[in-house]
T-cell receptor, first 109, second 116 residues
Framework: TQLLEQSPQFLSIQEGENLTVYCNSSSVFSSLQWYRQEPGEGPVLLVTVVTGGEVKKLKRLTFQFGDARKDSSLHITAAQPGDTGLYLCSGNAGNMLTFGGGTRLMVKP | DTGVSQDPRHKITKRGQNVTFRCDPISEHNRLYWYRQTLGQGPEFLTYFQNEAQLEKSRLLSDRFSAERPKGSFSTLEIQRTEQGDSAMYLC??????????????FGPGTRLTVL
């Protein structure tokens, strides 16, 4: 069973702070995705990383894929209340996605 | 809007009743997936279709669950004799299935099922 563990599970910070959330596995994934989900809605795809060591930036969000393609991190700079949500990482396991349990982020104004 | 759509968004039913959910994928996507998500957890894979063929089913998909995609476009997920443990968000996703980004899955808004 390919298991993705995300940490921390919960994070509450003030607007303007920086944060990093992690996604770790003992398995190698061909690609890894990060999603953001708001209450009552489906996950929205933020980024896909494919190459070991890859770094992708999306405005204030920086995503990194580990060299061995087993782990990933998401760094948010100067967090804003609009960043509040559930951040999910997922890895391609054959034709389906395996999801981590998510990091629930709250950014207070 | 050309995203994945799901209907209904919310369903409340009594234990023992049958329910059916519909998913309309992004039009050019030939793969369609169903996931289930309970509170505080990430989505869990249920089943997936390549065009009209159901190619993979999770052991989470008991014999009370059936999914179809008869014409390779929209899909339905039926739950018979619902149980309280079936209460969850049912998510549908689709992907192109080919090319460098063919495995990227795009999700619909989900159907929230509550079994009383």
């Amino acid at each position: 069973t390919q298991l993705l563990e995300q940490s921390p599970q919960f994070l509450s910070i003030q607007e303007g702070e920086n944060l990093t959330v992690y996604c770790n596995s003992s398995s190698v994934f061909s690609s890894l995705q990060w999603y953001r989900q708001e209450p009552g809605e489906g996950p929205v795809l933020l980024v896909t990383v494919v190459t070991g060591g890859e770094v992708k930036k999306l405005k204030r969000l920086t995503f990194q894929f580990g060299d061995a393609r087993k782990d990933s991190s998401l760094h948010i700079t100067a967090a804003q209340p609009g960043d509040t949500g559930l951040y999910l990482c997922s890895g391609n396991a054959g034709n389906m996605l395996t999801f981590g349990g998510g990091t629930r982020l709250m950014v207070k104004p | 809007d050309t995203g994945v759509s799901q209907d209904p968004r919310h369903k409340i039913t009594k234990r023992g009743q049958n329910v059916t959910f519909r998913c309309d994928p992004i039009s050019e996507h030939n793969r369609l997936y169903w996931y289930r998500q309970t509170l505080g957890q990430g989505p869990e894979f249920l089943t997936y279709f390549q065009n009209e063929a159901q190619l993979e089913k999770s052991r989470l998909l008991s014999d009370r669950f059936s999914a179809e995609r008869p014409k390779g476009s929209f899909s339905t997920l039926e739950i018979q004799r619902t149980e309280q443990g079936d209460s969850a968000m049912y998510l549908c996703a689709s992907s192109l299935g080919v090319g460098a980004t063919g495995n990227e899955q795009f999700f619909g808004p989900g159907t929230r099922l509550t079994v009383l």
